[in-house]
């Protein structure tokens, strides 16, 4: 099993529930924040506001917190200065790991990325060391139930859509980064809105690794996830689905 597909596994897998909502939470309000702040503060005419409030709907965010977080944002009580940063490094088995970060301190960010890579067998790279192994993609999913596969395709690619992946687990909507928001509006308004819509980082190749390197690689993901300026890991490693259940993944 390829690691890019394990991501949302393993962000949720570890900790108190209450622990892990509240983290997704703050990483929510943070996207929240920068989208209004770079946009207009309307979701109705901000499309990465739009999908950033979608999310936190489906996080069963509160809508007051959600409100609150957009007016803060606005200039109404201030709002934290948040900067995009990515990280590039590489993990336990050479690994190639992409972190993407908001944060209102670059200096502590970068320092504790780093520490982070160094305690658990990794290291941090250059901008782009590692960028080249992966694909940078709009991803746009859907239930299964949604539609038939003929349907979504048909759909998707009059949207602006590159490829649908459709199977028992769902549709897969892939388009290009700066079509993301519009392919995603124009299937919500045929579908509703969809389960996910993101930018994903794909591998290109993948890194097989064994158990012990496994276990070594979800640790540093783990502790990379639970920093508050993380938003997100991408990481190319491969596994087989039964080193995966062992890990409990």
């Given at each position: 099993?390829?690691?890019?597909?394990?991501?949302?596994?393993?962000m949720h897998r570890k900790g108190a529930q209450d622990a892990k909502r509240a983290?997704?939470?703050?990483?929510?309000?943070?996207?929240?924040?920068?989208?209004?702040?770079?946009?207009?503060?309307?979701?109705?005419?901000?499309?990465?506001?739009?999908?950033?409030?979608?999310?936190a709907r489906q996080a069963n965010m509160p809508?007051?917190?959600?409100?609150?977080?957009?007016?803060?944002?606005a200039g109404e009580g201030g709002a934290d200065d948040y900067v995009s940063r990515r990280y590039e490094g590489y993990?336990?088995?050479?690994?190639?790991?992409?972190v993407e970060a908001l944060t209102d301190n670059l200096n502590r960010t970068a320092s504790d990325i780093r520490s982070i890579f160094s305690k658990h067998g990794g290291a941090l790279g250059e901008t782009n060391s590692v960028a080249f192994l992966f694909d940078?993609?709009?991803?746009?999913?859907?239930?299964?139930?949604?539609?038939?596969?003929?349907?979504?395709?048909?759909?998707?690619?009059?949207?602006?859509?590159?490829?649908?992946?459709?199977?028992?687990?769902?549709?897969?909507?892939i388009c290009a980064p700066d079509d993301l928001f519009a392919v995603r509006d124009a299937l919500a308004s045929r579908f509703g809105d969809p389960e996910e819509a993101k930018l994903d980082w794909r591998p290109k190749t993948f890194a097989p690794i064994d158990e012990g390197q496994a276990q070594a690689v979800l640790k540093l993901i783990d502790a990379l996830d639970d920093l508050d300026d993380v938003q997100a890991v991408f990481a190319n490693f491969e596994v087989s689905d039964d080193v995966l259940a062992r890990l409990g993944a």
């Amino acid at each position: 099993m390829a690691g890019h597909s394990q991501f949302k596994n393993i962000m949720h897998r570890k900790g108190a529930q209450d622990a892990k909502r509240a983290r997704l939470f703050a990483k929510l309000i943070r996207e929240i924040t920068v989208a209004a702040r770079h946009g207009l503060p309307d979701p109705a005419a901000n499309p990465r506001l739009r999908a950033a409030v979608v999310a936190a709907r489906q996080a069963n965010m509160p809508k007051d917190t959600v409100e609150r977080a957009i007016k803060k944002a606005a200039g109404e009580g201030g709002a934290d200065d948040y900067v995009s940063r990515r990280y590039e490094g590489y993990g336990p088995g050479g690994v190639a790991i992409i972190v993407e970060a908001l944060t209102d301190n670059l200096n502590r960010t970068a320092s504790d990325i780093r520490s982070i890579f160094s305690k658990h067998g990794g290291a941090l790279g250059e901008t782009n060391s590692v960028a080249f192994l992966f694909d940078r993609l709009g991803v746009i999913c859907y239930p299964a139930a949604t539609a038939s596969a003929e349907a979504m395709l048909e759909a998707a690619i009059e949207a602006g859509a590159e490829d649908v992946q459709s199977g028992e687990g769902g549709h897969e909507v892939i388009c290009a980064p700066d079509d993301l928001f519009a392919v995603r509006d124009a299937l919500a308004s045929r579908f509703g809105d969809p389960e996910e819509a993101k930018l994903d980082w794909r591998p290109k190749t993948f890194a097989p690794i064994d158990e012990g390197q496994a276990q070594a690689v979800l640790k540093l993901i783990d502790a990379l996830d639970d920093l508050d300026d993380v938003q997100a890991v991408f990481a190319n490693f491969e596994v087989s689905d039964d080193v995966l259940a062992r890990l409990g993944a």
